[in-house]
């Protein structure tokens, strides 16, 4: 019930957690931010000190009063010990590679200890989709987080709330805090696998006016430049020599490949198209040729490697987004 | 639907560390009681820890619930059996042993885990039942420690062991203020709450209401203390340490007994050699307490009968501490009511003829009381009787087989017989017993006796001198007085064996200890109800009633956990100053539209806002030349940091 007024309202949610969303940079948990009750397992413990103060009394145990306090003392070095065990840290984000709809975004926060002390058992969860890790911050290091989101469509994916809990170190309170740092990860549309389009030779380039042989012609070696796709290395010749080199195919230099939102049937709706079109980068990249992309507004060059899909993957994930 | 949280410990499994502290823990806190169990109990017991430590190591499935369930019936029989009752103090005790080692066998999770460990701590307080001594604290703190690494295993299982160990010795050293304030400051309330076993108080040692012969031979081979004496200055030459308890009129040829006669108003005896001191009685489950002859006052919630007993309210069944002044050597006072002396002469009609023989012969040979008194004692001398602490068994006429036949006793065996000869023999006399001498402690001139001190003495009632101490066993065996019962017995006889004489070094080690353990009673085992308002007082409160004490307490708490937080937060670092001033610095260009891109360095980033604003250029490239100066160079100052923090929170950009 609360969780969905809160959802209402956005603005009682970020005075409640004590920030406003996303957080740009690291953001440290301050006091305001963290938040301690006791846990199930700290309501047994206060029945329990109950229960030895009251024997205590009835028959008069010095060492059983001392016994109680003790405990009593602990319980609350244990509750400041396990505010402490989130105080002050600091979270931070790293870069989140692509993706495309339907995997898994992997988010990376990093922990920082900021403090010379260990600070075990930290949960990391994701809140909008349950995807949690335990870790252990050592003291005056850092600890990888990797938060796997669900992608469901393309465009920007992003990260929204994390809650950071521990019950270090009796597990008799819970502490726990929020942060919605600024990170987001690009979805790729789902690619949708269909036969390539016919390759024509743009008249703008010149040459050839034949369609392009079949892209398996291979035509021999050359050296590896870096914007080569990895599959395309000749990993045989590279074992047997020091020199990268790069397997090249006929008609590979020569003929250019249009991917163009037009070639498309006209029934087909928006992402649909640009499913099919990321199938096609997909199929392109790996033929090891040169491609284009053509989208209502937007062109992107003949290229071919991995900078030229990213660019195009791109291209289609934010297609009509608002950037 | 509700996702497994990993940190809830319904979830997560114990591990065979988890299980191996665990059952360490454990094994520590029954230790003791498994001492005290019957055999098969603690057989039982060790055999379910052992079962369990088998089914992790040779992962077993874990036994059903149905079985743990029939262990449990049957050790509930097995302590019927063994008790004939569930709700004893012992069988209540047995039963908490037993069940830590089913719910051990039943635990799978980290809840059950932490069940039993919270069933550890009852172990511990039920251990305090039986002793609260400095060893047994020690083991029991041991036990705590172990419990505490335990829980913070369950709630960091990927962390090293020894680690863990570590933060359970800094939260208990961290526990421990807070636990003092407690034990100091929180009211304390006068047990019980409500009616206590039947069992409760067994196992205490202390004289008896009535003495049989052997009863006090048995007492006297006990090591225990009776009870611990500190006095103001010197304390009394050995031969004037009598100790007063029971006084017994009554005698029916075997067993001697006390009499209730009330109260009287209490009148301080008058005389010369005083002594003040305070005494640490150790419970001992009877009423009365015990002071050197002859009582001048008598402490708070507590009486004096007539024949000089002082009784406390209720019977002493916690260590308790009270101050005394004794007169050592009273005026006389011959005031007793001719009732009780006539009391004094019964004697049971028809046994020990030998006895009443020879206590007519005296009385016919003497002028005076006294002279009879003098000739009984001579008797005694002259008698070459035997002090011993086996005393062979008699018969029907124990007096007259004692002092004609055996000639071997302890001193109730002499004091019996003397105080059955004087009545015999017309002089009114009674059966004091208590305790006799005890051990001055060279390190703290504190008097520790011991239930081997205890004794039985007479008095009579001399014409004009009132009630007089006759010691028979002093009379029969001089060194009883001046060396205990060490000297007096001989040299093989069965002693206790801090009692030999022969380990000096020994006794000097013990000495120390003594006055250790002294210090312990006094401060932490007798700390109650009144010396929690004295101390109240001391600290300057005008009263001391649970208010004040409550609002004393919570204020030292609150202090205390303010400490600790700032201590949490200490060490960990703050944001670097010049990092602080850089960042301002960024966010007042990018508030003038020149954003910092995350490839940029400061040098690079710096020429551009200084390109886009060349309104501000010399202030910008000063900023950020000073900031890369301070961030990288060889030797950052703290004036450098000053002024740049100046520059940036001066700059404005045109």
Known sequence: MIGALLERHPRLANWLYGFTPPERGTVVLVHRRVYIVPTRLGALFALTLLILLIGSINYSLSLGFALTFLLAGMGLAGMVHTARNLARLAVSTGRAEPVFAGEAAQFRLYLDARGAFDRPAILARHVGSRSQLVVDVPGGGIAEVVLAVPAERRGWLPLRRVMLETRFPLGLFRAWSYVEPDARCLVYPRPERSALPPAIAESASGGLRSPVPGNDDYAGLRAYQLSDSPRHVAWKAVARSDDMLTKQFSGEAAAELWLDWALLPAGLGRERRLSRLAGWVLAADRSGRNYGLRLPGVEIGPARGDRQRGACLQALALYGEPS | ?654
């Not at chain 2, 886009?612 to 000063?622: F, H, K, M, N, Q």
């Open chain 2, 1 to 654: 639907m509700k996702l497994a949280h990993p940190l809830s410990p319904e979830r997560r499994l114990m591990s065979a560390r988890d299980l191996a502290w665990l059952t360490a823990s454990l094994a520590i806190v029954t230790a003791p009681h498994a001492l005290r169990a019957p055999w098969w109990l603690t057989g039982l017991t060790l055999c379910l820890y052992g079962w369990r430590l088998y089914c992790t190591l040779n992962r077993a499935p874990l036994p059903s619930r149905w079985l743990v369930l029939a262990f449990a019936l049957a050790g509930l029989l097995g302590v019927w059996l063994e008790y004939r009752t569930l709700f004893g103090r012992q069988s209540g005790v047995m039963l908490l042993m037993l069940f830590s080692g089913l719910k051990l066998l039943e635990s799978r999770t980290h809840r059950d885990a932490a069940v039993a460990a919270f069933l550890g701590y009852f172990l511990i307080v039920t251990n305090f039942l039986y002793s609260q001594t400095i060893p047994t604290a020690a083991a029991m703190a041991a036990g705590v420690f172990a419990i505490t690494a335990t829980l913070v295993g369950f709630s960091a299982p990927q962390r090293a062991a020894p680690a863990n160990a570590r933060t359970a010795a800094v939260l208990l050293a961290h526990a421990f203020p807070a636990a003092l304030a407690l034990f100091l400051f929180f009211p304390r309330v006068d047990g019980p709450l409500w009616g206590m076993p039947r069992d409760a108080y067994t196992g205490l040692t202390g004289l008896s209401e009535t003495m049989t012969p052997g009863n006090l031979s048995q007492l006297a081979q006990s090591d225990a203390i009776a009870f611990r004496a500190a006095f103001e200055s010197e304390a009394p030459p050995a031969a004037m340490r009598y100790w007063r308890g029971p006084v017994l009129w009554d005698f029916d040829g075997r067993t001697w007994s006390g009499a209730s006669g009330g109260s009287t108003p209490f009148t301080p005896p008058r005389g010369t050699g005083a002594y003040r001191y305070s005494v640490v009685l150790e419970p001992h489950n009877r009423r009365w307490l015990f002071a050197l002859e002859s009582a001048a006052r008598v402490p708070e919630h507590a009486h004096m009968t007539f024949d000089g007993q002082i009784y406390a309210d209720g019977p002493v069944r916690s260590r308790i501490l009270y101050n005394m002044v004794s007169i050592t050597l009273p005026e006389a006072r011959a005031d007793e009511q001719p009732r009780w002396l006539e009391r004094a002469l019964r004697l049971p009609p028809e046994v020990d003829p030998r006895a009443r023989e020879l206590a007519r012969e005296w009385r016919t040979g003497s002028h005076s009381d006294a002279e009879v008194l003098a000739r009984a004692l001579g008797f005694l001398q002259r008698g070459r009787y035997a002090y011993t602490l086996d005393p062979p068994l008699l018969g029907a006429n124990s007096i007259d087989e004692f002092l004609f036949d055996t000639r071997e006793g302890f001193c109730e065996h002499f004091a019996s017989s003397f105080t059955f000869l004087m009545r015999a023999a017309g002089v009114p006399a009674r059966v004091v017993t208590g305790y006799q001498g005890g051990e001055l402690n060279g390190a703290d001139h504190i008097l520790t006796v011991r239930q081997s001190d205890a004794h039985a003495w007479s008095e009579v009632y001399l014409r004009g001198r009132g009630w007089v101490r006759v010691d028979p066993t002093a009379a029969a065996m001089p060194t009883r007085l001046q060396a205990g019962l060490s000297g007096a017995l001989p040299q093989d006889a069965r002693l206790p064996l801090m009692m030999r004489a022969d380990m000096e070094w020994l006794r000097g080690v013990r000495s120390q200890w003594e006055a250790l353990a002294h210090r312990w009673n006094v401060w932490v085992l007798s700390y109650d109800q009144d010396r929690q308002r004295s101390l109240m007082l001391s600290l300057g409160m005008r009263s001391a009633d649970w208010r004040n004490m409550t609002a004393t307490l919570f204020t030292v708490l609150g202090v205390l956990t303010l400490a600790l937080l700032a201590w949490s937060l200490r060490r960990i670092t703050r944001p670097d100053p010049v990092q602080k001033a850089w960042q301002l610095f960024c966010g007042k260009l990018a508030a003038r539209g020149v954003e910092r891109a995350g490839h940029e360095g400061p040098r690079d980033y710096s020429a551009r806002a200084a390109r886009a604003l060349p309104g501000s250029r010399r202030a910008i490239l000063r900023i950020a030349s000073l900031y890369i100066a301070l961030r990288y160079g060889a030797r950052p100052s703290r004036a450098g940091t000053e002024r740049l923090r100046r520059l940036v929170r001066r700059l404005e950009l045109a």
